[in-house]
């Protein structure tokens, strides 16, 4: 039986709270998915068809990511859109990939609050700007491979491989199995249906109204997930991150795995890292793989919650959910795993932290440029013309 020290608090309630809360996001997805398949096929094609000019879903994907402050909601709205059919998976893969840089602006942006101390600042700044820099370039690399061999063959590459593996975990051929905890999440959709109906809400409204209640109960859930779990796992997390972190890279990437499955974001994964390099206490290279490690994490949200869809569109849906994993297991084979391309986000962390110890006003600016100025004057830019 385990042990826990002075005024160390058991983790078993947080855990049961969290697993509870789970199960409303999966009722939420599955009323997302239900109200927006009601209002009819064709209500969401104008935004998101299958030629829709790729870059533009990347800058949804990043503007939506950081006006939530989460990649986890982002990537199960676009899932319950796809499960519903109003999506199709090649206009979501640049959505996905859009969600991945916008997670970063959270520990970005952490790291600004130790911009009064030059040295520190730095350090820190260099370990947010690592995770930023290793997602742009994922990016900058997969997309355009996603792109050509979709023009050369009809399916990008992403595409390809996760129709593959979709069909490996679903079972594409052979009977079917009707999973229980599926029926209790679409009992728990019923019944807010029902009561929106109780409510007054009929026909249109009430399909609008439904899907509507499925994304707050999705940003609700997963926020109070973050909550319930922020605390214990945290304190553990800075207790033996550095004791773990000598260990390699491929320990450390599965400690932010299992730390961001944990807390459900990999925003606070890497944001604690953030005051640790700016103390001084783990280096650069050391965090690094705890990113990455947060990256993959991060894709279990979108895999559970395709889970909770049946139907046509289901295999729609978990085939997107694994895009996202294979997109950035992409990165690290490309970005990681070879010595020399390894150093690039390193050294381009390096040199952003530098260029921010310049000037703090400049700084600030640039972030929230990146992050939310560019991607929604784009965006408006392309509505209006």
Known sequence: MATY?????????????????????????????????????GTMDAYFAAD???????????????????????????????????????????VIMGANIGTTVTSTIASLA????????????????????????????MLPIELLTRALTGQGFLERVSIQLAEWTTGASGAKYKSPLKALFKDGSKWVKSTLEQMGFEDTGLSIAWAIC???????T????????????????????????GAGGTIAILVGVILTIMV???????SVMVPLAGAGVVTLAQIFPITLGANIGTTVTALLASMALGGDAAFAARQIALVHLCFNLSGI???????????????????????????????VLLVFSVFYGLPALIFFLTEVM
Request: aromatic letters at 8%.
């Open 333 to 363: 084979l490309i970005w990681f795993v070879p010595e020399r391309t390894r150093q690039v986000p390193l050294k381009i962390a390096t040199w952003l932290a530098e260029f921010a110890e310049g000037s703090k006003q400049r700084t």
């Open 52 to 94: 829709m000019n790729p870059f533009l879903g990347l800058l949804v994907g990043i503007l939506a990511t950081t006006l939530v402050q989460s990649s986890s909601v982002t990537t199960s709205l676009v899932v319950g859109l796809v499960g519903s059919g109003q999506m199709n998976v090649s206009a979501a893969i640049p």
């Open 222 to 245: 997963l926020a109070a997930i973050v909550k319930v779990m922020r605390g214990p796992v945290v304190v553990r997390m800075e207790r033996y991150v550095n004791r773990i972190l």
């Open 114 to 141: 130790h911009s009064n101390r030059a040295g520190e600042f730095k350090r820190a700044f260099a370990a947010a700007t690592c995770h930023d820099a290793f997602n742009f370039l994922s990016v900058a690399t």
């Open 214 to 220: 499925g994304g707050l109960l999705i940003l609700v």
């Open 5 to 41: 020290s002075s005024g160390q608090k058991p983790l078993w309630p947080n855990l049961l709270a969290a697993l509870v809360l789970l199960f409303i996001f999966l009722v939420g997805i599955t009323c997302l998915s239900g109200g927006v398949k009601e209002l009819g096929k």
């Open 264 to 270: 459900q974001s990999s925003s606070i994964t890497t």
